[in-house]
């Protein structure tokens, strides 16, 4: 199971820890979404979850605030008594001395933040979604072109680096090469990055290893994209019949996601980085409402159709 370590959310967010006598290296939270805990300080811990980041902010720090000190204790008490990953106080919001006390009894690590409590939620729900998303690694190269990711698959010597180093020298921006970590966001949302040990790098045969980033500029890499678009080089059979309208659209699949896929039969004299440009640039015109295969089909129809009545 994918897990982010606590320590990690503290640098990434900024947190300030206001229990640094417990040790938090091995504390790992698994579940991207957090719990506000205000039914629970009122005594109600059916369908408690635990396991999550649990967030205090302005109504559940004035309804502790209005609790007297006896029941205050008690509810501390029997809500540290789960195994909670981490407290985290909202808008520089201090926990009172018996929450403390307890907290540090029960080691649970209390943690403050200067943000309000809802851009905050936005802001670690989104990070801790990403983070801890299914993921899998795939062949390929991925390349931002005009804004569009582009997952060029294919076997291994067919051209898809060249064809990736060719868009970079466009002006177009390299996520990986050869391994994508794919991680699915959302049923809508594919994104791809590079292990740490390649990024930035690609494998040319013949040259060896190139540093995209140092040769080209910082402007020249990303660091995550959505898949927007598979390519999928191929060997080029003239017994295979191939596309040439796109009326239908073809789709591969990842952690059950579709994204729309072409094949792309390769012969000497082929430009492949204009030929993902096209695909790209099109794509986006498809998202945008126009379909070229589709307007050609309605001249056709139109022509036909008024042929007829002349006739």
Same mark, same amino acid.
């Given at each position: 199971?994918?897990?982010?370590?606590?320590?990690?959310?503290?640098?990434?967010?900024?947190?300030?820890?206001?229990?640094?006598?417990?040790?938090?290296?091995?504390? #790992?939270?698994?579940?991207?979404?957090?719990?506000?805990?205000?039914?629970?300080?009122?005594?109600?811990? =059916?369908?408690?979850?635990?396991?999550?980041?649990?967030?205090?902010?302005?109504? @559940?720090?004035?309804?502790?605030?209005?609790?007297?000190?006896?029941?205050?204790? =008690?509810? !501390? =008490?029997?809500?540290?008594?789960?195994?909670?990953?981490?407290?985290?106080?909202?808008?520089?919001? $201090? +926990?009172? +001395?018996?929450?403390?006390?307890?907290?540090?009894?029960?080691?649970?690590?209390?943690?403050?933040?200067?943000?309000?409590?809802?851009?905050?939620?936005?802001?670690?729900?989104?990070?801790?979604?990403?983070?801890? *998303? /299914?993921?899998?690694?795939?062949?390929?190269?991925?390349?931002?072109? !005009? &804004? @569009?990711?582009?997952?060029?698959?294919? @076997?291994?010597?067919?051209?898809?680096?060249? *064809?990736?180093?060719?868009?970079? #020298?466009?002006?177009?921006?390299?996520?990986?090469?050869?391994?994508?970590?794919?991680?699915?966001?959302?049923?809508?949302?594919?994104? &791809?990055?590079?292990?740490?040990?390649? #990024?930035?790098?690609?494998?040319?045969? &013949?040259?060896?290893? %190139?540093?995209?980033?140092?040769?080209?500029?910082?402007?020249?890499?990303?660091?995550?994209?959505?898949?927007?678009? %598979?390519?999928?080089?191929?060997?080029?059979?003239?017994?295979? =019949?191939?596309?040439?309208?796109?009326?239908?659209?073809? !789709?591969?699949?990842?952690?059950?996601?579709?994204?729309?896929?072409?094949?792309? /039969?390769?012969? /000497?004299?082929?430009?492949?980085?204009?030929?993902?440009?096209?695909?790209?640039?099109?794509?986006? $015109?498809?998202?945008? &409402?126009?379909?070229?295969?589709?307007?050609? !089909?309605?001249?056709?129809?139109?022509?036909?159709?008024?042929?007829?009545?002349?006739?």
């Amino acid at each position: 199971m994918a897990s982010v370590k606590l320590t990690r959310i503290i640098e990434k967010m900024k947190l300030e820890n206001l229990t640094p006598e417990i040790e938090i290296s091995d504390v #790992k939270i698994t579940q991207p979404d957090i719990n506000r805990p205000a039914l629970q300080l009122a005594g109600y811990f =059916e369908h408690f979850e635990a396991i999550r980041l649990q967030i205090i902010g302005f109504v @559940e720090f004035t309804y502790i605030e209005g609790l007297k000190e006896e029941r205050r204790k =008690e509810v !501390y =008490e029997q809500l540290m008594s789960y195994n909670i990953p981490a407290f985290i106080f909202c808008r520089e919001l $201090q +926990p009172d +001395p018996i929450f403390l006390q307890i907290a540090l009894e029960k080691k649970v690590p209390i943690l403050m933040t200067k943000k309000s409590t809802s851009s905050f939620m936005a802001e670690i729900i989104r990070w801790l979604n990403v983070k801890l *998303a /299914p993921c899998i690694s795939v062949h390929g190269v991925l390349v931002d072109v !005009y &804004g @569009e990711g582009l997952l060029i698959t294919g @076997e291994s010597g067919i051209g898809k680096s060249e *064809a990736a180093i060719e868009l970079i #020298k466009r002006g177009h921006r390299l996520v990986t090469d050869d391994v994508v970590e794919l991680r699915k966001v959302s049923d809508d949302t594919l994104i &791809g990055s590079a292990p740490d040990i390649t #990024k930035h790098f690609i494998e040319l045969r &013949g040259i060896g290893i %190139v540093d995209v980033k140092t040769l080209f500029g910082v402007s020249s890499v990303k660091d995550t994209q959505s898949i927007d678009l %598979v390519i999928k080089l191929e060997e080029w059979n003239k017994d295979k =019949e191939y596309d040439r309208l796109g009326l239908e659209e073809e !789709y591969t699949e990842y952690l059950g996601n579709k994204v729309v896929c072409h094949s792309i /039969p390769i012969r /000497p004299g082929r430009n492949l980085a204009v030929i993902c440009e096209s695909a790209a640039v099109n794509h986006r $015109q498809k998202k945008m &409402g126009y379909n070229a295969a589709q307007e050609l !089909y309605t001249r056709v129809q139109n022509s036909l159709a008024r042929k007829r009545e002349d006739d």
